[in-house]
């Protein structure tokens, strides 16, 4: 029994000493192969610039184009079906160009360049609104006298049917308007057909090939560094120097994102506040990812005004934390217009999503 209890505690022993190394060495396995699926999307990406066929996100002023969050989802959806099929992918969103410039994917869009038809008959600019066509629940219609489809509200239910794939693909150029992501099976299909390599889950491998066509994709523009972030109860700063702080390697960065229904955060209410069970969990997990003894940044990303008010005043948090960032919401979260508004708007909700890209630990 002594010997078989020595022998037992050895090998925890030796387990203890290898461990952390089995873990890291997992870890930058799951590194190397996120890179080599960024990699592989980047490939992709630089492929399908030259082609003739073309697909373009079309989100115009007056649009119903949801927030920001939607109009990515209806962006990384629409890359998908490029990749899937051959197609140039192209963006219509105007202000994008200060947020974001290019990167391995050519979004730009310049439809005399292009050579893509951009006025009807008469005239008038191809609208997405002007629809002709239902097929199961395939919102389109066609440019008389160009080989151009526009498709209404498109979901990645109607990107995966094979019945909705065919009537697209008979049109050189499509126009569209999406507001969601690609789903599982169209993510698989993509993977298939351009060989992306797989890192951990089907989720991880999910998750890691949505993030590395967004970074194919974009870019930071000197306009959206530039931008002024405002935190509650600090001097504005440039967002250019906010992310140093996110950065700096002396400490640990931390991103909580909470977010409520629009309409309960657009209330007078405090039912989209924050509750204390949150917090405690907040200050838990930034301490079980941060070094010991390393300090610990706070942004706190939320569409809840009180509950950024809650958070920004609490003497728990601030006794665990360093530094706590709140961006104030100065813009309007939805915007249907076109001029400065629109990119207010779009940079007040990119900032926060850069801010969680870059944190070392996101809740």
Not at 10 to 18: F, V
Not at 23 to 41: F, G, I, K, P, W
Not at 228 to 237: C, D, I, L, N, T
Not at 297 to 319: A, P
């Amino acid at each position: 029994a002594m010997v078989g209890m020595s022998a037992l505690r050895q090998i925890c022993i030796l387990l203890a000493l290898i461990l952390p190394f089995i873990v890291s060495d997992h870890q930058r396995t799951e590194r190397r192969l996120s890179n080599d699926v960024c990699r592989a999307v980047t490939a992709t990406a630089h492929k399908i610039n030259a082609s003739p066929k073309t697909f373009t996100f079309r989100c115009r002023p007056g649009d119903d184009c949801g927030g920001v969050g939607d109009r990515l989802g209806g962006v990384i959806g629409g890359a998908f079906y490029a990749f899937l099929h051959d197609r140039s992918f192209r963006i219509i969103w105007p202000g994008l160009d200060q947020i974001f410039i290019p990167g391995a994917l050519n979004w730009t869009f310049d439809a005399t360049a292009l050579k893509i038809p951009f006025f009807d008959q008469k005239g008038e600019e191809i609208d997405k609104t002007r629809i002709s066509h239902n097929v199961g629940g395939l919102i389109y219609t066609d440019v008389t006298g160009e080989n151009v489809g526009v498709v209404n509200d498109l979901n990645t239910r109607q990107i995966v049917n094979q019945t909705a794939v065919a009537i697209m693909e008979k049109y050189q150029h499509i126009y569209f308007h999406s507001n969601r992501g690609p789903n599982d099976e169209m993510y698989a299909q993509v993977r298939d057909k351009n060989k992306w390599p797989t890192v951990g889950s089907v989720q991880d491998s999910y998750a890691a090939a949505f993030l590395c066509t967004f970074e194919a994709m974009f870019r930071p523009a000197e306009p959206f560094l530039k931008s002024e972030y405002k935190s509650f109860g600090r001097q504005p700063m440039s967002f250019k120097h906010l992310l140093k702080i996110v950065e700096d390697a002396n400490t640990t960065s931390v991103a909580f994102h909470h977010r409520v229904d629009d309409g309960t955060a657009s209330s007078n209410g405090a039912g989209d506040l924050i509750s204390d069970h949150a917090i405690g969990n907040m200050i838990s997990i930034a301490q079980r990812h941060s070094p010991a003894g390393k300090k610990i940044n706070l942004f706190f990303i939320s569409n809840s005004v009180h509950s950024m008010h809650k958070v920004m005043n609490s003497t728990l948090l601030k006794g665990a934390f360093e530094q706590i960032f709140c961006q104030q919401l100065t813009a309007t979260i939805h915007v249907a217009e076109a001029g400065p508004k629109a990119i207010l708007s779009t940079m007040q909700a990119m900032r926060d999503w850069w801010v969680m890209r870059m944190s070392d630990v996101l809740i």
